[in-house]
């Protein structure tokens, strides 16, 4: 099956920090997706992307950056944290054939 | 607002009972629907996909979709306690590029 790697599995930052989350997929899959997942709210989207260089603005974009560096890698950015941001972060790539979206494990994140 | 809705929120059946999970869009840019299970601290996989009007059975599992309604189901028979988790459905918008929006979900609990 196909893998999606995230890390930290884990991170604390306090309000104001600088916090990278990074996701590698060796699937070979042309778009990856960042998700925040919060109660109530199921997942939610951040940003995506089809290739290296590109960047599309997902449905809750605001505090967040997104770089794709590589067809196998893609960074999520949190320049100035608020507790707001505080959630379980999932990233995903996606079959390009039938389109099944393949999730990371998650990264929890808390901005105290 | 969001543009998947699920209902309900929360079901409990009895093991060996039929679950029914509903999920309807209000975006008319909505063309395909999937259905994912997450297992508690798990993160979320396919189910079932439905691309066309009318019914998929796979097992246990069976979807129905609506195009003109943007209304999809997924019944569950024979429930088991292993089914016990938090059912996400999927959209997918298409405007150009392809983004996939998720419902709330359903938490479903089978009982023994």
């Known amino acids: 099956e196909a893998a999606v790697t995230q890390s930290p599995r884990n991170k604390v930052t306090v309000t104001g920090g600088n916090v990278t989350l990074s996701c590698r997929q060796t699937?070979?899959?042309?778009?990856m997706y960042w998700y925040r997942q919060d109660t109530g709210h199921g997942l939610r989207l951040i940003h995506y992307?089809?290739?290296?260089?590109?960047?599309q603005i997902g449905d809750v974009p605001d505090g967040y950056k997104a770089t794709r560096t590589t067809q196998e890698d893609f960074f999520l950015l949190l320049e100035l944290a608020s507790p707001s941001q505080t959630s379980l972060y999932f990233c995903a790539s996606r079959e390009n054939s039938n389109e099944r979206l393949f999730f990371g494990h998650g990264t929890k994140l808390s901005v105290l | 607002q969001q543009k998947v809705q699920q209902s309900p929120e929360s079901l409990i059946v009895p093991e060996g009972g039929m679950a029914s999970l509903n999920c309807t869009s209000s975006d008319r840019n909505v063309d395909y629907f999937w259905w994912y299970r997450q297992h508690s601290g798990k993160s979320p996989k396919m189910l079932m996909s439905i691309f066309s009007n009318g019914e998929k059975e796979e097992g246990r599992f069976t979807v129905h979709l609506n195009k003109a309604s943007l209304h999809t189901s997924l019944h569950i028979r024979d429930s088991q306690p292993s089914d016990s988790a938090l059912y996400l459905c999927a959209a997918r918008v298409n405007t150009g590029n392809y983004k996939y929006v998720f419902g709330a979900g359903t938490r479903l609990k089978v009982i023994a």
């Open positions: 699937n070979s899959h042309n778009y």
């Open positions: 992307s089809y290739g290296a260089g590109n960047l």
